[in-house]
């Protein structure tokens, strides 16, 4: 079975743009969790979503949104990008909303220039 | 509010010595705890968890961790250290039913031949 995956790998985008990142979950998981891991620091809880509802968000901008599609993959959305937002967002996959152990993407590289 | 500490920003070892490495919680009751592993550019792989019954856990590669209530700890162990385990690792809890995981900054390990 294939792991999360998670697109692009990489991408560059200047300030005030927007970017889409995406997240497959594993076969079965009903939940993605976003996190925002700033270079020498651990990840920061974004969003989870389960059953497609959100569930949870942390302490970030509205600048910041996601959602959940009917297959259980899920799109971050960063609009107006600052330089800030310059990250490795890793998207989490687990079986229900609850406390189970979470299962992560290889992430995406996200450099604003 | 729930927090995670790993004291040890960097450490170093030797090619077969020993390893421990610190995690210590706050948290009002017994959360789900977690430890993770980061290579390079990479994203999450789980090491092992605990989420209730025997507190010494035995996770993959050779690594375990011993939960103790008393001292709000969840350390990292592994006999013998292989080149290899260089990457940084991450100490996580989660609360039992919630969704947020809150990880330590995390602690990198070096590993000399």
């Known amino acids: 079975d294939a792991g999360v995956t998670q697109s692009p790998t990489h991408l560059i985008k200047t300030r005030g743009q927007h970017v889409t990142l995406r997240c497959s979950p594993i076969?079965?998981?009903?939940?993605v969790s976003w996190y925002q891991q700033v270079l020498g620091q651990g990840p920061q809880f974004i969003f989870q979503?389960?059953?497609?509802?959100?569930?949870g968000r942390g302490n970030f901008p509205d600048r910041f949104s996601a959602r959940q599609f009917p297959n259980y993959s899920s799109e971050l959305n960063v609009n107006a990008l600052l330089l800030g937002d310059s990250a490795l967002y890793l998207c989490?996959?687990?079986?229900?909303?609850?406390?189970?152990?979470?299962?992560f993407g290889q992430g995406t590289r996200l450099t604003v220039v | 509010a729930q927090s995670v500490t790993q004291p040890d920003i960097h450490i170093t070892v030797s090619e077969g010595a020993s390893l421990e490495l610190r995690c210590n919680y706050s948290?009002?009751?017994?959360?789900?705890l977690f430890w993770y592993v980061q290579s390079p550019g990479q994203g999450l792989q789980l090491l092992l968890k605990?989420?209730?019954?025997?507190?010494l856990v035995q996770g993959i590669k050779g690594f375990e961790a011993e939960f103790k209530r008393s001292q709000s700890s969840f350390n990292l162990r592994k006999p013998s250290v292989h080149w290899s385990d260089a990457a940084e690792y991450f100490c996580?809890?989660?609360?039992?039913?919630?969704?947020?995981?809150?990880f330590g900054t995390g602690t990198r390990l070096k590993v000399l031949a």
């Open positions: 996580a809890v989660v609360r039992s039913g919630t969704y947020k995981y809150i």
């Open positions: 979503y389960y059953e497609k509802e959100e569930r």
């Open positions: 989490a996959s687990s079986a229900s909303g609850g406390g189970t152990e979470a299962f």
């Open positions: 076969s079965g998981h009903k939940s």
């Open positions: 948290y009002g009751a017994t959360p789900y």
């Open positions: 605990y989420f209730s019954g025997d507190t």
